[in-house]
């Protein structure tokens, strides 16, 4: 474990980037210190993360292979009692979803309700609304779907890392 500064224009390379190798992890932790921590093992740097997070549960960590902030991360480590609020928790991924569906199906009421008014003025307001209202639903759904491939694509790296340790070991 090594912990260095993300940018330190007197060390070179100054970038964090360049400090780390292939087979090599890094921590970020939010909130920072403009600091991040360097591991050699995707082990370590779990049991760090989560030892951190036990004693600060206000502490969150993004854990990233050597390729760095190219991808998202390996890991996203936080308190348990934080665990809900992340995008990628069922939880989420249900409200999200469920209010989705709700906007839709609003929506289409609205757009519906403007198809009976007698063609005025009046028919816009509730045109509007409604066409809005589905957009926004169909946008939370789309996000669902992209943060499960998100998360199907961050488990096939873990689990690709996992295997590259277990070779190395």
Not at 99 to 113: D, E, F, K, V
């Amino acid at each position: 474990m090594q912990v260095v500064r993300i940018h330190d224009p007197d060390r070179r390379p100054a970038s964090w980037t360049g400090l780390i190798g292939p087979g090599q992890f890094v921590a970020f932790a939010t909130p920072s210190d403009g600091t991040c921590i360097l591991f050699d093992s995707l082990d370590e740097a779990r049991a760090f993360c989560e030892n951190a997070v036990g004693t600060s549960p206000a502490t969150r960590f993004d854990v990233f292979d050597a390729e760095g902030r190219a991808n998202p991360p390996l890991l996203t480590v936080v308190h348990p009692s934080h665990a809900q609020d992340l995008d990628s928790h069922p939880r989420m991924l249900r409200k999200r979803r469920v209010i989705a569906w709700a906007l839709i199906a609003a929506g289409t009421a609205l757009i519906i309700y403007a198809c009976w008014i007698p063609a005025d003025i009046a028919v816009v307001v509730p045109a509007v609304i409604g066409i809005n209202l589905v957009i926004a639903g169909g946008r939370l759904l789309w996000f669902n779907l992209v943060v499960r491939e998100t998360e199907r694509a961050r488990d096939e790296r873990l689990a690709k890392a996992d295997s590259n340790h277990g070779r190395s070991a």
